[in-house]
């Protein structure tokens, strides 16, 4: 039977105790075992999400940790003197993984907040995204949860002889479960392709887009 003395038995219960440690460390990724975090470049990401300068930094905030990252952008319309056809979607994939972020525009005629935003809840992918969403303007038509931001961005103004009103409708939504931090990071992606819209689908009104 093996006998061993008390610094001994001591020392193998250190080693004991250091190996499972290390194996729970790689296990949940904790340095010095987490896996390289993928690098997101201007000439990846979506254009339609803005600005590199500010989508980018948004982007690297909100997005899980993952080795490498996707981007899938489709932009439409927006070329015409009205740019009431504008859309834009972008998808974010990692690792083969279904999208962990979704953005997506499109041109729609203006109507009241309620309304507008009683319909961008059912274009979520998921019901808990938009479970607890509150305004983050002055005004009712922006609206942001931990996974889930929408801004109703007013931009054709209504003309005589020309159509009414049209607005263009964003959202940004993650594909996992967000929080505080998430929210802010949302906020600003979701301003930032606001810009985007706004410039891309030639809108004859202000751009107002307000601190989160």
Not at 17 to 30: E, G
Not at 44 to 69: M, Q
Not at 194 to 207: E, F, V
């Amino acid at each position: 039977m093996l006998n061993l003395t008390r610094p001994k038995a001591l020392a193998a219960t250190g080693v004991s105790l250091v190996l499972i440690l290390a194996a729970i460390a790689y296990a949940f990724k904790v340095p010095p075992f987490n896996e390289k975090i993928g690098e997101i470049k201007a000439s990846d990401a979506c254009p339609s999400l803005g600005s590199p300068s500010s989508s980018i930094p948004a982007l690297k905030e909100i997005l899980p940790r993952r080795s490498s990252y996707s981007f899938d952008d489709t932009v439409t319309g927006g070329s015409n003197t009205s740019g009431l056809d504008y859309g834009a979607s972008c998808l974010v994939t990692g690792e083969s993984e279904s999208p962990l972020l979704a953005a997506r525009s499109r041109s729609m005629p203006a109507e009241p907040a309620e309304g507008w935003l009683k319909w961008v809840k059912t274009t979520a992918i998921s019901n808990n995204s938009v479970g607890s969403l509150t305004p983050f303007a002055a005004d009712d038509k922006a609206a942001a949860s931990g996974k889930f931001a929408a801004i109703f961005l007013p931009c054709i103004s209504e003309k005589k002889n020309q159509s009414p009103q049209y607005n263009i409708s964003l959202t940004v939504e993650l594909g996992r479960p967000g929080d505080a931090s998430t929210r802010a990071g949302l906020i600003d992606l979701v301003e930032s392709a606001a810009s985007y819209a706004h410039n891309k689908a030639r809108c004859n009104m202000p751009l107002e887009l307000a601190d989160n």
